[in-house]
């Protein structure tokens, strides 16, 4: 799907810095800017490399400088802010046009001369292209100088000293880090000159306001009066061997197969399923493949993974990718948990989720639901039992079963479901006994078990007996018939009773335990507290404890991150609940399809093709967080799926919704 921006959409340099775009390299490495050319923060940059794919990346090539030199006329083309009294670059007084349509491009005009600008990452590789095409209209010779700046420190961190540079013809080192840069233009070495960026996105939520990045060569491409030529540069972590062109097509015929095997006719569709290959990445540690929760803030989660993979890798048709991530976590397995964190170097992986064991038994039914693919449920099957053992006997993190079937997590300042902050020693969302969606996930676990079991040679009915177990003890401490909702949490504290949206996955789970009126209840609960367009609020603004605000310092940010700021990836359970409560009907999928009218909209503002982490809880403005987030957009596009799948005729639900279990 092609976005543009032209001049009347971003005529100043910060009306074009409130988009960017965002190109991923599959190892976790990645490419983006402002759409005015500009970085405004430290984790942006041309070429964000991922020496170990996914998380160890580093940032080499920050940002170009371009000077466009026509006769005696000097003019920038690209922008950028810098601290103290250095005056701003700004070229976006020739721009005339952004566009993305999974590549960005830009279209300068000056003076009878014409500069298209084109960048792209090659997949699998930690080479980026920058490609020029000039037509000079003028009766005079035009230079275009570019000159890289370069960091050669980790991703997020904002460089503080200058570094010793190293030249050599074609390559720059510093750090025990060096960029390969090839051109077919003139490539010269210059003196070494520092600049002090200013990051306003990074300043405004308390992160370093500056930070450093140096230079000590330029491309030069001239272009003689009347005439037009192509240039192009290229960064690579190795001797550059490629093209620019042939990685812009490249990434071409990648967008053309995600989307055939997608299979959308919806061209948001289609355009979410595009956007959900930038978090699919490859894991070296494991050999394997992963997902990026975020860009650019976040690495692997399982939780992330385990609630993403549904939507950004089956519904998009990825079935062996699937396979891979859910092989990872199998084996990965301790303790009846899956990690929630991949250490590099080594280290052990952290267990601190209660949910992700859980939803990795519901991808497996949702993998099995699609491909039928037996032989996995027997490989993975000796997995899924020892998780549902830990979580009758007890494992980690306070996790385990009450004498009523129910699972209950957390203790002392664990904080194991995804509302999990944790500053200063406060927990701004305590949620430590029985959490909803944790038992919604519990029983939705059991009754898959019940139904794979045949498929392993065993009998189900101990899960199906201890599900009808747990939906007696979660109807009678869960649902409030008074209120006509679901308690957030089981602890006997105030908490238990606040409007959140963790309700929603006890009726959108493929198996749920609330009756038909139930069910409506809550859907009706949610979109009349916590509903809008954005996402779905984490706490009804009737709470006394409801902060409308996202931002400032991280304290701040923290204690407003689950109490009423307003997130995508619920919206996504909530559409295919209120679909499932209204039968999967025409009329129901008209309905959805109505609120979803500004989802192009929303593709638009911040990181554009993207959906972000989250938004104000107040009035839900400009996004905030990761400016793109995995399971965002994966929920997101099992809407679309559900939507194409009830227009097309069809009956079942391609999210694997089975409804009530009958014991």
């Not at 490495?29 to 160890?56: H, N």
């Not at 400016?627 to 596009?637: K, Y």
Request: aromatic fraction near 10%.
């Amino acid at each position: 799907m092609r976005f543009a921006f032209n001049k009347q959409d971003i005529p100043t340099a910060a009306q074009a810095e409130s988009h960017c775009w965002l190109q991923a390299n599959g190892l976790g490495g990645y490419a983006s800017t402002s759409a005015a050319f500009s970085v405004i923060r430290c984790d942006q940059g041309l070429l964000i490399a991922a020496m170990e794919a996914p998380s160890k990346r580093v940032s080499l090539v920050h940002r170009l400088s371009e000077r466009l030199t026509v006769g005696e006329r000097e003019m920038f083309l690209s922008a950028q802010s810098f601290a103290g009294e250095t005056p701003p670059e700004d070229g976006t007084a020739f721009l005339r046009c952004f566009t993305w349509n999974n590549r960005s491009e830009w279209i300068y005009e000056i003076d009878g001369v014409r500069v298209r600008r084109r960048c792209a990452v090659a997949y699998g590789e930690n080479t980026a292209a920058v490609l020029y095409d000039v037509e000079n209209g003028t009766d005079t010779a035009c230079t275009l100088r570019a000159t890289p700046f370069f960091q050669f420190c980790p991703k997020g961190e904002a460089l503080r000293e200058k570094l010793p540079l190293r030249w050599e013809p074609g390559k720059i080192s510093a750090n025990g880090q060096s960029v390969y840069v090839r051109t077919n233009g003139r490539l010269e070495e210059t003196p070494v000159r520092w600049e002090l960026l200013a990051y306003p996105d990074d300043a405004k939520d308390g992160r370093a306001a500056s930070g450093y990045a140096g230079s000590c060569c330029a491309a030069v491409f001239s272009v003689p009066a009347g005439e037009r030529a192509r240039f192009e540069l290229l960064f690579s972590t190795e001797p550059v061997t490629a093209a620019g062109e042939s990685i812009l097509a490249d990434r071409q015929r990648r967008q053309e197969e995600l989307v055939r095997k997608a299979g959308f006719r919806d061209p948001i569709a289609q355009a979410l399923a595009c956007a959900a290959d930038t978090f699919i990445t490859r894991r070296d540690s494991t050999n394997g493949e992963t997902i990026v929760a975020g860009y650019p803030f976040f690495g692997d989660w399982g939780r992330d993974t385990m609630i993403a993979l549904p939507g950004c890798v089956l519904a998009a048709g990825r079935y062996g990718t699937a396979r891979s991530i859910l092989r990872t976590f199998l084996a990965y397995e301790r303790d009846g948990l899956v990690p929630n964190l991949f250490p590099e170097g080594g280290a052990e992986p952290m267990y601190n989720t209660v949910d992700a064991a859980l939803l990795l038994i519901n991808c497996v039914w949702l993998y099995y639901r699609r491909t039928g693919d037996g032989d996995f449920v027997r490989e993975a099957w000796p997995v899924l039992v020892r998780i549902a053992d830990a979580y009758q006997n007890g494992t980690r993190h306070a996790i385990g079963m009450d004498a009523g079937g129910l699972i209950h997590a957390g203790a002392g300042k664990d904080q194991v479901t995804w509302m999990d902050v944790c500053v200063d020693g406060v927990l701004p969302t305590p949620r430590h006994g029985k959490p909803v969606e944790i038992n919604a996930y519990w029983y939705n676990a059991l009754c898959v078990l019940r139904a794979l079991a045949p498929l392993a040679g065993e009998s189900g009915e101990k899960y199906g007996q201890l599900a009808e177990r747990v939906k007696v003890s979660f109807l009678r401490e869960f649902w409030m018939e008074d209120k006509g909702y679901l308690r957030d949490v089981v602890s006997g504290t105030s908490a238990d009773e606040q409007i959140r949206c963790n309700q929603i996955w006890a009726v959108s789970m493929p198996f749920t335990m609330l009756d038909r009126e139930q069910e409506r209840q809550v859907v009706e609960t949610v979109y009349r507290h916590l509903y809008t367009p954005q996402g779905l609020r984490t706490l009804s603004p009737e709470d006394p404890e409801f902060h409308p605000f996202y931002g400032g310092p991280q304290r701040e940010r923290d204690m407003a991150y689950h109490q009423g700021t307003v997130w995508p990836f619920p919206l996504g359970a909530w559409y295919l609940a209120y679909l499932k409560v209204h039968d999967r009907s025409p009329e129901a999928a008209r309905q959805v399809r109505k609120w979803l009218e500004p989802i192009e909209d929303i593709l638009r503002e911040g990181c554009v093709g993207q959906l972000p982490e989250i938004y104000d809880g107040g009035t839900p403005g400009p996004s905030k967080g990761c400016f793109a987030q995995a399971w965002s957009v994966g929920e997101l596009l099992r809407v679309y799926e559900a939507l194409e799948q009830i227009e097309s005729g069809g009956t079942d639900s391609p999210a694997g919704q089975e409804g009530h279990y009958a014991g």
